[in-house]
């Protein structure tokens, strides 16, 4: 069973960064707002669960790997510690979520965000994504709204607890998919390069719209209509359908060859 961190204000996790209050939480870890060292405020990400050793090595390459990557659309990753077997991350501090533009939206009575604005956001998180894939052959697999943070009116790609080295057969999937946004793929344990893309239509529709494709109330229903089940696009403008059911394809090979085409499509159809 998963150990859940006692974790409380004003506790520090690691010295130094003194947690002041937690900003979210979900089925793999939760997330502080930190005092740091210098005067600064960061985000701490505390992992549910300890990493035994002999397991801990593939996991945490991936993590450490994106660490030293840089583009403007991916959140900085400042320090990763294992403390007392836990895995903890601290990044750069976002203003906002997508999510939380949606919602902000949501309250004016709007269905969900403005098109052309949506639009902009997910070209960002697009470039990032295949600057991973394509540069680093790595996928987040943990594509959605809360994970998409706004900074500065521009989006960066964040929390990469999840992120896969495609070319590790040995790392594995671990706990913690939101299968309300995973691929097919992802539940037969087959992350493919186009895996992130799939997401990413999800977040793009439900973001637009205010619906998802797929109403499974459990992770056994979801797994199964991601599978099997055509999606529900019918809440999405007419000619942003075809391109989201690409996106959307069960097998990858069917989907678009980069996320950047994907939303270059939805584009034209302006």
Known sequence: MSMRPATKSGSEPI???TLRKRLGAGGYGEVWLADAPGGLQKAVKLIYGTLDQSHATSELRSLQRI????????????RIEIIDSQVIIVTELAESS???????CRRK???GIERALLLDFMRDA?????????KHALQHLDIKPGNLLVIADRIKVGDFGLIKDLHDQNQSLVSGLTPTYSAPE?????PDYRSDQYSLAIVYMEMLAGQLPFNGKSTGELARQHLTQQPDLDSLPPADRPVVARALSKNPLDRF??????????LKTR
């Open 186 to 190: 992802i539940f037969d344990g087959r």
């Open 98 to 104: 997508l999510l939380d533009r949606f919602e902000q």
């Open 126 to 134: 697009a470039d990032a994504l295949d600057f991973l894939s394509q």
């Open 257 to 266: 060859g980069t996320c950047r085409l994907f939303i270059e499509q939805l």
């Open 67 to 78: 660490r030293q990557v840089y583009h403007p659309f991916l959140l900085s990753i400042e």
């Open 15 to 17: 010295p130094g960064y």
């Open 109 to 111: 009575g709007a269905p």
